[in-house]
């Protein structure tokens, strides 16, 4: 805990509201439009069933978040398996306590995420097209993020009650500002050079067989679903680029920019001296008759803020500002002056100071690029609809691809022997990869729609597959003597490393040791754990080590990165204060392990109710 406490002040405690993105979206993928049929299920939460194909989903979404790294494929399924039934015991929680999350604050939500965001702001045709990809209606994904909301609820009630107390806080500091006073030789790797002999080449090439095979590979046919294809395959007419335009034509305009400064002369208490304040305003607007506007505003406007910059308020918005003031703002000509406007601040003098007139692009001028946002609205509403019944058509004809080619018009292509982790042409995609090679695939089966490059969608099946084998000892005699000679080396650095290990229990000082290896001694006093002159995996093995004891140095042995072994000695171990860097983000760090505590509070919490709800875990049929 206080390890990963330490690792949150140095950065931003993971947000809440991320986790919830990883729950809803690790639920949102294209097969949610097939139905459930008469599968048996494989797994229930209470009343709640959820069929191979969820949990193969849930598979694939880790899968997908761990492109390009290594993976334990069994291990990540069950930790698939295990998230989807966390999820679901959270949420029938969140149901049961009666919590609610209006249509309103779904939608809030929805326009907030980038996901359909264009330029910084929501825009309902990605928004829609990104749902038709999916297969899904729009008040069905807004009825899954209400559920995601009302399980977020339940999170934030339990982490954000979290707390630490004073000693706590001193014992972190205890910890993560130690000191340890340590010295340590290295003793290097030396390479073997003696033979080994055939009997033990044998034994080791029988006992490490695993590490001596091909990997296994895979090559498919697959159809495609192609957003650009469709594109071009759709024709438009001038009157229907003319309609499109005007409906759009938004997207055609560049809006005026009006940029403005202002003097203010404020009103005093209950606008008593109102009078007065507007007389000083007519006055001020006199002497910029002779006075340049930025400098008069310099030396009299009473919003100090902007009286530093001459009175600069940036772009013109409107809806930011009084109705009057926004009027005045909007009728003027570049560099002129308002009369004096007043506000619930008082009065103020106005000047336009930038004016780039808005204009909207002709429809010939527009033309070429509305072409291609035509074609492209009108292939994302027949993409989703194809979406659909690809998933459909490919589910009820599992052992063929020919009636999802029919239904796309297109021809089944084929791949070239792939592995795991690399591919040509579409097995480029990890996304791809992950569903070849998986269980479903495997056995002869389509796969599930799968998105690629965020513009397509692929369905493919096997078409030839060569398991993994184990090479010859013939083919690889050069690589297992290589192996011997290594594992040697190194028990030499292990049998060397123990031996001067229990020379130093014995009493001897490094120094004395040092000369028998001839190994230099490295001292450091106070070494911190952030020491930035030690190799960290030196310093994080050192400060694990445990404290000496009863004037007895702790010993301990380190892997060394280039293969040999560092014995280090810990003479001192000095408790950690509270710095003056520490003092000044003391609220930020009280903070962030009050959310590290109440986080594992909650961890605590969905682990109690994951033991008490309904939970039967079958085996699925196949």
């Excluded at 398996?81 to 966390?86: C, H, Q």
Aim: aromatic share 8%.
């Amino acid at each position: 805990m206080l390890l990963e406490i330490r690792e949150k002040v140095q950065g931003v405690f993971a947000s809440i509201i991320l986790v919830l993105i990883c729950v809803l979206f690790g639920l949102w993928g294209i097969q949610n439009y097939l139905g459930g049929g008469k599968e048996s299920p494989v797994v229930t939460v209470g009343d709640k069933e959820f069929f191979q194909r969820d949990v193969t989903q849930a598979y694939q979404q880790f899968a997908q978040n761990l492109q390009g790294m290594k993976f334990d494929e069994d291990t990540l399924k069950k930790q698939a398996l295990e998230k989807l039934i966390r999820d679901e015991v959270l949420l029938q929680y969140a149901v049961d306590q009666d919590l609610v999350v209006t249509d309103e604050t779904a939608r809030n939500f929805i326009q907030s995420l980038e996901y359909f965001q264009k330029d910084g702001k929501f825009d309902k045709t990605q928004y829609q097209t990104l749902l038709g990809s999916q297969g899904m209606s729009s008040d069905e994904f807004v009825n899954r993020v209400k559920k995601a909301l009302i399980m977020e609820q339940v999170q934030r009630a339990v982490v954000d009650s979290g707390f630490v107390t004073k000693p706590e806080v001193d014992g972190f500091f205890k910890i993560q500002n130690q000191q340890r006073d340590v010295e340590y030789l290295t003793i290097p790797l030396v390479p073997a050079t003696e033979l080994p002999s055939d009997d033990q080449i044998n034994a080791y090439y029988q006992q490490h067989q695993e590490a001596y095979k091909t990997e296994e590979q895979v090559a498919v046919e697959y159809v495609e679903l192609s957003l650009d294809a469709l594109a071009k395959d759709i024709d438009a007419s001038e009157e229907q680029l003319k309609a499109y335009y005007e409906d759009q034509k938004a997207q055609f305009s560049a809006p005026e920019r009006r940029k403005i400064s202002h003097i203010l002369f404020a009103f005093g208490k209950d606008n008593a001296d109102e009078e007065q304040v507007l007389q000083k305003a007519l006055k001020a607007k006199q002497e910029l008759n002779t006075k340049d506007f930025a400098k008069l505003a310099e030396e009299i406007s009473d919003d100090k803020l902007t009286a530093k910059n001459g009175g600069d308020l940036g772009l013109f918005n409107v809806g930011v500002m009084e109705k009057a003031f926004e009027e005045a703002a909007g009728s003027l000509a570049l560099g002129e002056v308002s009369e004096p406007v007043k506000s619930a601040f008082g009065y103020h003098l106005i000047k336009v100071t930038e004016l780039v007139p808005g204009e909207v692009k002709s429809f010939e001028a527009a033309k070429p690029e509305l072409s291609k946002a035509y074609k492209k609205a009108q292939a994302e509403s027949k993409f989703g609809e194809l979406g659909e019944k690809l998933g459909e058509v490919s589910y009820e004809n599992p052992d063929n691809l020919l009636a999802a080619a029919k239904l796309l018009g297109v021809e089944v292509a084929r791949t070239a022997m792939f592995t795991r982790n690399t591919g040509p042409g579409i097995a480029a995609d990890e996304k791809v990869r992950v569903a070849a090679f998986s269980e479903e695939v495997l056995k002869g089966n389509n796969s599930e729609p799968i998105e690629v490059d965020g513009e397509k969608l692929v369905v493919l099946r096997m078409l030839s597959h060569t398991p993994a084998t184990t090479k010859s000892l013939e083919e690889v005699k050069g690589d297992v003597i290589a192996a011997l000679q290594k594992d040697k080396a190194e028990q030499q650095a292990i049998d060397s490393a123990n031996k001067i290990k229990q020379e130093l229990a014995a009493g001897k000082t490094m120094a004395e040791v040092a000369q028998v290896f001839k190994s230099p001694v490295k001292k450091v006093a106070g070494m911190t754990r952030m020491a930035g002159d030690i190799d960290p995996a030196i310093r994080q093995a050192i400060f694990r080590a445990p404290k000496p004891q009863a004037d007895r140095p702790s010993l301990v042995v380190i892997d060394n990165s280039a293969g040999g072994k560092i014995v280090a000695r810990i003479e001192r171990v000095t408790d950690g204060t509270m710095t003056e860097a520490d003092k000044a983000k003391l609220t930020l760090i009280e903070k962030n392990m009050a959310l590290a505590f109440g986080r594992a509070q909650f961890e605590a919490v969905l682990n109690q109710l994951q033991a008490r709800a309904d939970i039967a875990i079958r085996t699925a049929k196949q």
